[in-house]
């Protein structure tokens, strides 16, 4: 069994930056980042294949958002940069054992997920 734990989360105004963490029990995965505002579905962010040959992420993110792994401390990071009011959320991380998609309804395994709050 899989298990994510996401941290770092928090209030920031807006330009400033933040890194999430995603600390799981076992990282041979595609590893992604969703995030979900209130009344709206998840929403892909980025994802990392596994061995981290590959990232992609969302339009609203590229260039500001940056996806690593270390798969010898068995964490991954999403690094926010740049944040805007309009990256409010509650941000979670997911694994895959297949091949690799955006779909959320397609990742096994979830974490909690963790706030992060923009002001403008």
């Known amino acids: 069994q899989v298990q994510l734990v996401e941290s770092g989360g928090g209030l920031v105004q807006a330009g400033n930056s933040l890194r999430l963490t995603c600390a799981a029990s076992?990282?041979?995965?595609?590893m992604a980042w969703f995030r979900q505002a209130p009344g709206k579905n998840h929403q892909f962010v980025a994802l990392i294949t596994r061995g981290g040959d590959s990232t992609y992420y969302a339009d609203s993110v590229k260039g500001r958002f940056t996806i690593s792994r270390d798969d010898a401390k068995n964490a991954v990071f999403l690094d926010m940069n740049s944040l805007k009011p309009e990256d409010t959320a509650v941000y979670y991380c997911?694994?895959?054992?297949?091949?690799?998609?955006?779909?959320?309804?397609?990742?096994?395994?979830w974490g909690q997920g963790t706030q992060v709050t923009v002001s403008s």
């Open positions: 997911a694994a895959r054992r297949g091949p690799t998609t955006f779909n959320s309804l397609e990742y096994d395994y």
């Open positions: 076992g990282l041979s995965f595609t």
